[in-house]
């Protein structure tokens, strides 16, 4: 199932993560200043395999005539707008329920995909 899918892609992109070179060392240099691993890459594709998938979803949006799975956390802390909805003070009625309608411009429905890749994969096509 959805299980077997998220394990398959973590396997997929496990790359080592890469060492940053601090200014004035080289890479002969073992001991000198401090070492930072740079797994921004890997980061990155953790969240870019959750995209409206349903493997950990915890509500679903609604958008037009699409329905996307979604992770409140991942969308909270990439959007004030859905912090405001999900939060810790969310008073918003609605921020409990499994699938919200999100009531949008025909405009807006057209890039919501895109839109929400965003949150998940940390770059869009401005070309579509």
Known sequence: GN??????????????PKKKMHKGESSSDCHAGTEVIDDSK????????????????????????QTFYGHKFILASASKVFEAMFGEYAKWEESHKQEIRLVEEEACQIVFYDFLRYFYCASIDMGT
Do not use: K, Y
């Not at 299980?3 to 080592?16: C, L, W």
């Not at 594709?45 to 005539?65: E, K, M, P, T, Y």
């Open 3 to 16: 299980m077997s899918f998220f394990r398959t892609a973590q396997t997929e992109m496990d790359d080592p």
């Open 42 to 65: 890997a980061f990155v594709q953790r969240f870019a395999i959750l995209f409206n998938s349903s493997c950990f979803s915890d509500v679903r949006l609604r958008v037009g005539d």
